[in-house]
């Protein structure tokens, strides 16, 4: 159970014949000024094993970019420290904006994309993240996010 964007929010196709701009499917650069990892927003589903999660995008530093690149393919990367970012991916079901909310990025093993952790605020997804969600709302999710108004 989860959905994903495919870029962060800021990427522009014509980016993409810019020399100093790339996405792939896990990193991103913007005009060698702007760098983004593609992670994971983990949220319980109360009552069961399963976990629901949003793909998301957080922007780096371009030391912690440059950091997390050096380790990617690493065996035992996850003994990293997180890495602090901005989320850089709307999720337009959430009443307030998800735009910007503080987090950080936990290395996971090789082949693994990060666990994007919320600062514990009270904004709804980082509720969500910390209390967990009813398949109800996972339902719903999937109905917003599959057929939108």
Do not use: C
């Given at each position: 159970m989860s ?8 990427w522009d ?6 020399p100093d ?7 991103c ?7 983004f990892?593609?992670?994971l ?9 399963d976990?629901f999660?949003?793909?998301?995008w957080?922007s780096l530093?371009?030391d912690?970019?440059?950091?997390a690149l ?10 990293e ?12 079901l959430y ?5 910007n909310l503080?987090?950080?990025?936990h290395t996971r ?19 969500e993240q ?13 109905i917003a996010?599959?057929?939108p108004?």
């Open positions: 959905y994903s964007t495919m870029a962060p929010d800021v196709p014509s980016f993409e014949s810019e701009s790339m996405l792939s499917s896990d990193q650069v913007i005009k060698g000024q702007h760098f990892i593609r992670g927003i983990e949220i319980p589903v109360i009552g069961s094993q976990v999660s949003w793909g998301v957080v530093s371009s912690s970019f440059a950091h050096n380790v990617w393919n690493t065996e035992g990367r996850e003994a420290k997180p890495y602090f970012g901005w989320l850089s991916t709307a999720l337009g009443s307030e904006s998800t735009t503080k987090t950080n990025a093993p090789v082949g693994k994309r990060p666990f994007i952790e919320l600062e514990p605020t009270d904004h709804p997804l980082a509720v910390r209390t967990g969600i009813t398949q109800d709302r996972v339902r719903e999710i999937a996010v599959l057929h108004a």
